[in-house]
């Protein structure tokens, strides 16, 4: 049973379309996140969710709008996706106590022509 | 605000010989350090973390890291490594600022040779 799974894992899109991805954890988190890695492999953090409350919002464009319909479930929407988008990103949760560690999903590797 | 800095972008070493991946962090409030490895086409797992306590922390894999405080430094070692062992290493810290915040640093490609 994966604990945080992404899908698609791979999506290869034109300049200009809408795409989803969503995430789903078994783990009974509370919080989780999106992040985007890029071609050198730098990570950043975009989202965070609470319980379905947004609680961290980076400065990322507005075309990007992550939707929680319950604290399971992260699904990441890009609007009028640009060349600049191409990456992978990457859901992960967080049980928020302790030792507030990330467990990460594979990845879902966008690739926009 | 917290940073993370990787001193190295890349490290080769020969297989069972010992290495070193460096990191130094700041920050305004008290942190949790950690690091994280990804191997090629897959998500990120935890090698080890340092909450309080013991500054040196051992992980998986036989990894190990010194917490210093005055170095404002975690770096991460390996007595022996194997060729299984290549893969990037993330240095993290974690603080909560208003919803805890992972950051990470830009990564080290450790590869180990035959």
């Known amino acids: 049973d994966t604990a945080v799974s992404q899908t698609p894992k791979y999506l290869v899109t034109q300049m200009g379309n809408d795409k989803s991805i969503k995430c789903e954890q078994n783990?009974?988190?509370?919080?989780m996140y999106w992040y985007k890695q890029d071609s050198k492999k730098f990570l950043k953090i975009m989202f965070s969710?609470?319980?379905?409350?947004?609680?961290i919002n980076e400065t990322v464009p507005n075309r990007f709008s992550p939707k929680s319909p319950d604290k399971a479930h992260l699904n990441l929407h890009i609007n009028s996706l640009e060349l600049g988008d191409s990456a992978v990103y990457f859901c992960a949760s967080q049980r928020m106590s302790g030792a507030n560690v990330l467990t990460f999903g594979a990845g879902s590797r966008l690739t926009v022509l | 605000a917290q940073s993370v800095t990787q001193l190295d972008s890349q490290v080769p070493v020969f297989e069972e010989a010992p290495v070193e991946l460096r990191c130094n962090y700041s920050?305004?409030?008290?942190?949790?350090l950690f690091w994280y490895v990804q191997y090629p086409n897959q998500g990120l797992q935890l090698l080890l973390k340092?909450?309080?306590?013991?500054?040196l922390v051992k992980g998986i894999n036989g990894f190990e890291a010194e917490f210093n405080k005055s170095q404002t430094s975690f770096h991460l070692r390996k007595p022996s490594v194997h060729i299984s062992d290549t893969a990037e290493y993330f240095c993290?810290?974690?603080?909560?600022?208003?919803?805890?915040?992972?950051?990470f640093g830009a990564g080290t490609r450790l590869f180990v040779k035959a």
């Open positions: 783990l009974g988190h509370d919080t």
């Open positions: 340092y909450l309080s306590g013991s500054t």
């Open positions: 920050s305004s409030v008290s942190v949790y």
């Open positions: 993290a810290v974690g603080a909560d600022t208003g919803g805890f915040k992972t950051i």
């Open positions: 969710y609470n319980n379905k409350e947004l609680i």
